[in-house]
């Protein structure tokens, strides 16, 4: 039983397209994130959402924006997709009022823009 | 604003071979420091949590220390599956997300 899910795992696209990415949790927790990995390795918050609440919005730029339908789900809508743009991309959910508010990660998706 | 830095970057080690992983922070008003492993092409997979100065956690040949500046990963006669991307990450009180450091890379020699 696969506790935070996304897909696709990999999607490669083209300059200036739109695209989507979607993000599950299985685990009941209230909050749930996205995060950047950039080539260097290095891991970026981007979004955080508590109860379909936006409640963490880092420098990201306005291209960018979640959406969150329900607490269990937390998808990743990009438009006009840049050069700079291509990173693995992770969400992550946790149970923010529970103590202890671990954060665990989904497997990825790793974006490439050509 | 936070601030993690992992060191070293990388680091080899023959089997059996124990050693250390520091994380050094900054943080104001440190709500927890978490590490994390990392395996090529995978998701973070959660460690541990240390709260508080002086606590310690253990698993399997791993231990983790916490200062009021700095935490430890021990890693203690390590096996070629301890291979694998070790992040540091700190949550400051009151804000949920994580800050993390870019990771000590961690190869097991067989």
């Known amino acids: 039983d696969t506790a935070v899910s996304q897909t696709p795992k990999y999607l490669v696209t083209q300059m200036g397209n739109d695209k989507s990415i979607k993000c599950e949790q299985n685990?009941?927790?209230?909050?749930m994130y996205w995060y950047k990995q950039d080539s260097k390795k290095f891991l970026k918050i981007m979004f955080s959402?508590?109860?379909?609440?936006?409640?963490i919005n880092e420098t990201v730029p306005n291209r960018f924006s979640p959406k969150s339908p329900d607490k269990a789900h937390l998808n990743l809508h990009i438009n006009s997709l840049e050069l700079g743009d291509s990173a693995v991309y992770f969400c992550?959910?946790?149970?923010?009022?529970?103590?202890?508010?671990?954060?665990?990660f989904g497997p990825g998706t790793r974006l490439t823009v050509l | 604003e936070d601030q993690v830095t992992q060191s070293p970057e990388a680091l080899r080690l023959q089997e059996g071979e124990s050693s250390s992983l520091n994380c050094s922070y900054t943080?104001?008003?440190?709500?927890?420091l978490f590490w994390y492993r990392q395996d090529p092409g995978k998701g973070p997979e959660f460690l541990f949590t240390?709260?508080?100065a002086g606590e310690e956690k253990e698993k399997e040949r791993l231990k983790a220390t916490l200062t009021k500046k700095e935490s430890f990963l021990h890693i203690t006669a390590p096996k070629p599956e301890d291979s694998a991307t070790y992040l540091c990450?700190?949550?400051?009180?009151?804000?949920?997300?994580?800050?993390f450091g870019t990771g000590t890379r961690l190869t097991i020699i067989p």
């Open positions: 685990l009941g927790h209230d909050t």
């Open positions: 992550a959910s946790s149970q923010w009022d529970r103590g202890t508010d671990t954060q665990y």
């Open positions: 959402y508590n109860n379909k609440e936006l409640i």
């Open positions: 943080v104001s008003g440190l709500r927890g």
């Open positions: 990450a700190v949550q400051e009180g009151g804000n949920e997300k994580l800050t």
């Open positions: 240390l709260y508080s």
